[in-house]
């Protein structure tokens, strides 16, 4: 059965401080992996990781792959309040459905 | 730039009504999912479409049905409410091409079933 698991699945932090949240995944015909992040409504996308060892970022945060061991992490430098979200972890196989098998999420908050 | 556009945003339902959720995007896009998400659990794949006319069951379909009688549409029911159904739910749409799987979500509708 494919899965996702998120770790951690919550966490604290002070501003200005630098966090790692981890996602491994078993799935069949791996194809993608997908982080999002969700303050009060919708899923927002960050990043889609396709190939091992290529580092995404964009401003604070960088999120790399690693395929042979099965993980992805997500990593934010200098959290602000604005970073206080839910996180979520999706990967998607090579099916021609486009299904997303999504992580518990990881909730950060981020103290002033 | 609508997007995904989810109608209602907000509902109560006694247990035993029915209601229909509606989902409708603008991009396009060949394929439609429903996710309902619990605390917790993350989002639950309930129905999906890969175009129009087709659907077919997720991870929790139990106690929905769904319809996607338009490309730009993809309705979700609830025959019978029940209190375990109370929960977010979140629509989306995607195109796959290649290796992209990205998908965009509408804004949530929360049900409350009494």
């Known amino acids: 059965e494919d899965k996702v698991v998120q770790s951690p699945l919550s966490l604290v932090v002070h501003e200005g401080d630098t966090v790692t949240l981890n996602c491994s995944y078993e799935v069949t015909n791996f194809r993608s992996l997908l982080w999002y992040k969700q303050e009060k409504k919708a899923p927002t996308f960050l990043f889609m990781l396709t190939s091992s060892g290529i580092e995404k970022k964009s401003g604070r945060l960088s999120s790399i792959l690693d395929k042979k061991e099965l993980f992805s992490i997500l990593n934010i430098t200098a959290t602000q309040t604005g970073d206080s979200a839910v996180y979520l972890c999706a990967v998607g196989n090579s099916s021609n459905t486009g299904k997303l098998i999504f992580g518990q999420g990881t909730t950060l908050q981020v103290k002033p | 730039n609508a997007g995904v556009t989810q109608t209602p945003k907000f509902r109560v339902l006694k247990t035993g009504q029915s209601m229909t959720l509606l989902c409708a995007q603008d991009?396009?896009?060949?394929?439609m999912y429903w996710y309902r998400q619990d605390p917790g659990m993350g989002l639950r794949l309930i129905h999906y479409s890969v175009g129009e006319g087709t659907t077919a069951k997720g991870e929790v379909p139990d106690g929905y049905n769904v319809s996607r009688l338009k490309k730009q549409n993809f309705l979700l029911g609830l025959e019978s409410a029940a209190p375990s159904q109370t929960s977010v739910y979140f629509c989306?749409?995607?195109?796959?091409?290649?290796?992209?799987?990205?998908?965009?979500f509408g804004q949530g509708t929360r049900l409350t079933v009494v």
């Open positions: 991009m396009n896009h060949e394929y």
């Open positions: 989306a749409s995607s195109y796959v091409t290649g290796e992209n799987t990205e998908a965009f």
